[in-house]
């Protein structure tokens, strides 16, 4: 029986897959350690010597892996003889290429935002994990979707899906530092001021009773982005009242309770894994993974930008992205009616999808609405995130549809 695919490129495309999985979990560490090499004092943080290189080495690591899944990428189409984003495997392959390079051009080089790399790269490796669970040889597609759309369509829903996993990232970190803020200025005796979008800030020379001798960071609210030497090319400074200060970064740690970050999203990854995959391994995996990442983003907190910048770049994320979204489903429209006759079915995906873009049309309406910007709104995308991947994995496996990838 003929070889439905080239083996040579299809080897090659799978050993530059894992090249790429390994570089990006070798720069995620590195990310990571590169905080831990970042002095935090009372007020301010200052990138050491050791932290400096140790960001640059993993800088240099993501782009080599980021060369090496795109060239994966390519031989998968190779391969295949066709745009390699046909099934769950390449698309979640594509999806974390694009989260990871956007990350780098965007997060770290625009905004000088590196320190959130190490969470982008978190999402993107477990994307890819998850794409090795579904992994399928490469081969031609059905021919009712043999079609240019494949190029337009995927494509653009691949670009969003990809921008609101930066911008999960980002809403996730406010969501915490916002707390860290807010529990400081409580603990102080002071109001909040100085924020449109719910972040805590305090007076200056207000004093911090549980800190040890922890003075407010006066000057820019944007102090932290600074730490390990990135400074901004275009600050996302949100709406900060001039003079207004914000708590020591070392307390904002000590204020947040460390097992929640962890038992939290154990609790809802594990079983959410065990769901889609029944496989006991893969979700207690996923599940340490998971606690991993959330005492990790405790940990981080005095590294951070301050939560309204974090939360001004989830906003011009999204709003970014959902355009491109608004885009995906109308080319995947006019393709149903090329490919069954019919613009619009009700198909299940295509309900998941609408249903998507319907909440990300209300966090942005929720962003431009008094009494909802700020942690209202930033559930509402966490919410749209996940709303995103119940459709992608969830029903794309389990539900029986014109869409249903299951047996992939």
Same mark, same amino acid.
């Given at each position: 029986?003929?070889?439905?695919?080239?083996?040579?490129?299809?080897?090659?495309?799978?050993?530059?897959?894992?090249?790429?999985?390994?570089?990006?979990?070798?720069?995620?560490?590195?990310?990571?350690?590169?905080?831990?090499?970042t002095k935090v004092a009372e007020g301010q943080t200052t990138a050491t010597r050791a932290g400096r290189r140790i960001g640059v080495?993993?800088?240099?690591?993501?782009?080599?892996?980021?060369?090496?899944?795109?060239?994966?990428?390519?031989?998968?189409?190779?391969?295949?003889?066709?745009?390699?984003?046909?099934?769950?495997?390449?698309y979640s392959s594509a999806l974390s290429l694009l989260a990871v390079a956007i990350g780098l051009v965007v997060l770290q080089r625009?905004?000088?935002?590196?320190?959130?790399?190490?969470?982008?790269?978190?999402?993107?490796?477990?994307?890819?994990?998850?794409?090795?669970?579904?992994?399928?040889?490469?081969?031609?597609?059905?021919?009712?979707?043999?079609?240019?759309?494949?190029?337009?369509?995927?494509?653009?829903?691949?670009?969003?899906?990809?921008?609101?996993?930066?911008?999960?990232?980002?809403?996730?970190?406010?969501?915490?530092?916002?707390?860290?803020?807010?529990?400081?200025?409580?603990?102080?005796?002071?109001?909040?001021?100085?924020?449109? %979008?719910? $972040? /805590?800030? !305090?007076? =200056?020379?207000?004093? @911090?009773?549980?800190?040890?001798?922890? +003075?407010? #960071?006066?000057?820019?609210?944007?102090?932290?982005?600074?730490?390990?030497?990135?400074?901004?090319?275009?600050?996302?400074?949100?709406?900060?009242?001039?003079?207004?200060?914000?708590?020591?970064?070392?307390?904002?740690?000590?204020?947040?309770?460390?097992?929640?970050?962890?038992? %939290?999203? $154990? /609790?809802? !990854?594990? =079983?959410?894994?065990? @769901?889609?995959?029944?496989?006991?391994? +893969?979700? #207690?995996?996923?599940?340490?993974?998971?606690?991993?990442?959330?005492?990790?983003?405790?940990?981080?907190?005095?590294?951070?930008?301050?939560?309204?910048?974090?939360?001004?770049?989830?906003?011009?994320?999204?709003?970014?992205?959902?355009?491109?979204?608004?885009?995906?489903?109308?080319?995947? $429209?006019?393709?149903?009616?090329?490919?069954?006759?019919?613009?619009?079915?009700?198909?299940?995906?295509?309900?998941?999808?609408?249903?998507?873009?319907?909440?990300?049309?209300?966090?942005?309406?929720?962003?431009?609405?008094?009494?909802?910007?700020?942690?209202?709104?930033?559930?509402?995308?966490?919410?749209?995130?996940?709303?995103?991947?119940?459709?992608?994995?969830?029903?794309?496996?389990?539900?029986?549809?014109?869409?249903?990838?299951?047996?992939?």
């Amino acid at each position: 029986m003929a070889e439905l695919y080239d083996p040579q490129f299809g080897a090659a495309s799978n050993a530059l897959f894992n090249t790429a999985l390994g570089a990006y979990l070798l720069a995620m560490v590195g990310y990571f350690f590169r905080m831990a090499f970042t002095k935090v004092a009372e007020g301010q943080t200052t990138a050491t010597r050791a932290g400096r290189r140790i960001g640059v080495a993993s800088t240099v690591i993501a782009s080599v892996g980021v060369l090496a899944h795109t060239a994966s990428i390519v031989t998968r189409g190779l391969a295949a003889e066709r745009v390699p984003w046909a099934n769950m495997y390449e698309y979640s392959s594509a999806l974390s290429l694009l989260a990871v390079a956007i990350g780098l051009v965007v997060l770290q080089r625009r905004l000088g935002l590196g320190h959130l790399m190490g969470f982008v790269l978190a999402l993107a490796t477990t994307t890819m994990a998850i794409a090795l669970m579904l992994y399928t040889d490469p081969g031609p597609i059905v021919p009712s979707l043999q079609s240019y759309w494949i190029r337009i369509h995927v494509t653009s829903a691949m670009v969003a899906s990809a921008i609101f996993m930066v911008a999960f990232a980002a809403t996730a970190l406010y969501l915490v530092k916002d707390t860290a803020e807010r529990r400081v200025a409580e603990r102080s005796g002071q109001g909040f001021t100085g924020s449109t %979008v719910g $972040a /805590a800030s !305090v007076t =200056p020379g207000a004093e @911090v009773a549980a800190g040890e001798g922890a +003075a407010l #960071a006066e000057g820019e609210a944007g102090a932290a982005p600074g730490a390990g030497g990135d400074q901004p090319d275009d600050r996302l400074d949100g709406d900060a009242v001039e003079g207004a200060g914000y708590a020591s970064p070392l307390e904002q740690r000590r204020v947040l309770t460390a097992w929640p970050f962890g038992v %939290v999203p $154990a /609790a809802v !990854v594990g =079983p959410f894994t065990l @769901v889609v995959y029944q496989a006991p391994v +893969a979700a #207690a995996v996923s599940a340490f993974v998971a606690a991993a990442i959330g005492l990790l983003s405790r940990w981080s907190v005095p590294h951070l930008p301050d939560a309204k910048t974090l939360d001004t770049l989830a906003y011009r994320t999204i709003a970014f992205g959902f355009p491109i979204w608004t885009f995906a489903i109308i080319a995947g $429209a006019v393709w149903a009616e090329e490919a069954w006759g019919r613009f619009w079915g009700w198909d299940p995906k295509e309900t998941g999808s609408f249903f998507t873009w319907v909440l990300y049309a209300a966090y942005l309406h929720a962003r431009s609405t008094s009494g909802w910007r700020g942690r209202r709104a930033a559930w509402i995308g966490v919410v749209s995130f996940a709303a995103l991947m119940v459709t992608y994995y969830v029903v794309n496996l389990f539900v029986v549809g014109l869409h249903s990838y299951a047996g992939v």
